[in-house]
């Protein structure tokens, strides 16, 4: 693992020294060389480390009598076409630099690939951070009067060797809760953030700014014809998965998620034709196979001719991956799929791999997720002129629902009454807390602190009013965008993969062929609620028939069948949420704990044991860091 972190001084004469940067290095686990810089307003610090298509250094120059300096860690997959011109080898670092004095920080929209990068400019004694543009290699960073701190991990942030203060952040706990992460840009502490996706942050005299470089946008749709547009798609995809390949290089170390979904027997499937040999593929199968897709996983494999392995996930791996899941993960992080991802990418470390291509971000682009086929269908119910939804039919249907207690009807009323719900309530309306009321789960001085009108899923609702989207559809693509993907998935795979010593790859994630998905017209995307309708269409030429037509399961773990059905895994749940060590934390109320775990015992569904995971996960990082 590794990545950059340091300390920018607001004082402008306090000077850092290698040794003042090693805790904070060490804490990043860069077992490699370690090096640091002295600039006007502190240091930048970064580890190198070998390894496939990673890009891990850092530059200094001097431009009239000031320096500049670069510190970069990441992969860049058109050093070629950016370094082309000088007409001999360039340090790649430099040549960046290079870049940034003939086009400030515009020069990043030169970049494809993933990245985080520190850069010093003493001409204007200003400092900025970044990430790439959906945020594969993530930043936080602490701000007080005295210093900024950034670190590629939170471990980094908490080492500094300077004072850097910690205070849970009570909105946080509620997030977790809610939906397994901290959104961004909060972290689970107050005084630490996580920068956005495709921003620059900018300290100049100890004020800091956030800005922007890049933001995906669905306003320009292209008006060709289908089979042009699947022509550009195919095209575009290629080229995204070539363009990394050309880095790792053809070779035994290269592998794939192959999960059984569309996305990953996609990248299996094109990989195997520009390799032109047989690609070593890895998936993760339960027996619960309500969860498990391993069957289709197995098809895929046979098609592309795969040199293919399996991991059945048991309850007993759960335990064995706890411990890994809290060191690795800088904050309460409780996607239960974090789990099968480890043993996925352990078992290709362990067959030779180095690198794994995953398919993530092709639902989200491509409009793949079973919620999208729910919110047109309630969609459907406004096409009904209003006068005779309101005088006819919801009258009708209430009042017969009423009386003669038919199923039927009784669904008919629930329709109509999310129905009615308008955009961007609509989305979250079976969130947890909007099921469970808050005031019943948290203790009140909790309540107090956050406020009572606190909504949980407000970062939900404030991407659907920014997303640069002229129908319902691409919005909601633009809020999974953020919140699925940034906040989650990337998060998930990168550092279960980063710890089993995987690098991964995302062509689905690169930024041209995310602009070409945003063209894509939505009734094209998705055809009635046929899901990814456009996509496989576009594949059929490629994709085994069983993956075209199969349902859409999702990478899940079955987390909440185990918490009831393992005996293990059940005591440690009444431990973690019902021990007088966790209820005297003052979090959340007793009564409203035993409730839930009451409930999950006869609930079928998924619904409550995730939350119980979610406070299990929660309860764990407490006793570890608290």
């Known amino acids: 693992m590794s990545g950059i972190c ?23 686990e860069i077992a490699a060389q370690q090096r640091s810089l ?39 997959y058109n050093l070629r076409e950016l370094f082309s011109s000088e007409g001999q080898r360039v340090n790649p670092f430099e040549g960046l630099l290079h870049y940034y004095v003939k086009e400030k920080m515009g020069f990043l929209r030169r970049l494809r690939g993933e990245f985080a990068l520190a850069l010093w400019d003493g001409r204007e004694d200003t400092f900025y951070l970044a990430t790439d543009r959906f945020r594969v290699h993530p930043l936080f960073y602490y701000q007080d009067q005295e210093k900024l701190v950034f670190a590629s991990r939170m471990k980094g942030i908490l080492a500094c060797p300077f004072p850097v203060k910690q205070t849970v952040n009570p909105e946080a706990v509620v997030d977790i809760v809610a939906s397994s992460i901290v959104p961004t840009p909060k972290t689970i502490f107050q005084e630490v953030n996580k920068l956005p996706p495709g921003h620059i942050l900018t300290c100049r005299n100890g004020q800091i700014g956030l800005a922007p470089y890049w933001e995906i946008s669905f306003l320009q749709p292209d008006d060709a014809k289908e089979a042009e547009l699947a022509w550009k798609l195919k095209t575009s995809l290629t080229d995204a ?44 199968g339960f027996a619960e196979s309500k969860f498990s897709e391993i069957n289709y996983a197995r098809i895929v494999a046979r098609t592309f001719g795969a040199e293919h392995y399996e991991y059945f996930v048991t309850p007993s791996d759960v335990g064995t991956v706890i411990p890994v899941l809290l060191k690795t993960f800088d904050e309460p992080f409780a996607n239960a799929s974090a789990i099968p991802t480890y043993f996925c990418a352990k078992m290709a470390r362990e067959h030779g791999v180095q690198v794994l291509y995953a398919g993530d971000g092709g639902d989200e682009l491509f409009a793949g997720n079973e919620r999208y086929a729910t919110q047109r269908l309630f969609e459907y119910y406004h096409k009904i002129p209003a006068w005779l939804r309101e005088l006819l039919i919801k009258p009708l249907i209430f009042t017969s629902a009423e009386k003669i ?52 899923y407000e970062s939900q609702n404030s991407y659907y009013f920014r997303a640069l989207a002229a129908n319902e559809l691409d919005r909601q693509l633009y809020i999974d965008l953020k919140l699925a993907i940034s906040d989650n998935d990337l998060f998930k795979v990168t550092r279960m993969t980063e710890v089993a010593d995987v690098t991964v790859r995302y062509p689905f994630l690169d930024h041209c062929l995310a602009e070409f998905a945003a063209t894509v017209p939505a009734n094209i995307k998705m055809r009635g609620r046929q899901l990814r309708s456009f996509f496989k269409k576009a594949y059929a030429d490629l994709l085994p028939l069983e993956t075209r037509t199969k349902e859409k399961h999702g990478f899940g773990l079955p987390i909440p069948i185990w918490l009831r059905t393992d005996k293990q895994l059940n005591e440690m749940m009444y431990d973690l949420i019902l021990s007088p060590r966790s209820v005297q934390r003052g979090l959340l109320r007793r009564r409203a704990l035993e409730e839930l775990v009451e409930r999950h015992k006869t609930d079928e569904t998924s619904f409550y044991g995730t939350t119980l995971w979610n406070l299990m996960v929660l309860e764990l990082w407490h006793r570890i860091y608290c």
Do not use: W
């Open 38 to 76: 002295a600039a006007s307003l502190g240091s930048v610090g970064i580890g190198t480390q070998e390894f496939p298509g990673r890009l891990a250094g850092m530059a200094e120059i001097t431009l009239y009598g000031r320096p500049l300096a670069l510190a970069f860690h990441g992969s860049l």
């Open 405 to 456: 207690q038919c199923e039927l009807l009784i669904k008919g009323m629930k329709y109509i009454q999310r129905a009615d719900i308008p955009y961007p309530d609509r989305l979250s309306s079976y969130g947890f807390l909007k099921v469970f009321p808050m005031t019943e789960l948290f203790e009140d001085d909790l309540l107090e602190t956050i406020g009572k009108n606190y909504d949980p």
């Open 241 to 284: 998965v070539s363009t990394r390949l050309a880095g790792d290089g053809i070779s035994d170390r290269i592998g794939t998620f192959l999960s059984g979904g569309v996305d990953s027997s996609t990248v299996t499937g094109i990989l195997t034709q520009l390799t032109d040999r047989s690609i070593k593929s890895f998936s993760i």
């Open 6 to 28: 340091g300390v920018v001084f607001h004082d402008q004469g306090r000077r850092l020294t290698p040794a003042d940067l090693s805790p904070m290095l060490q804490a990043l």
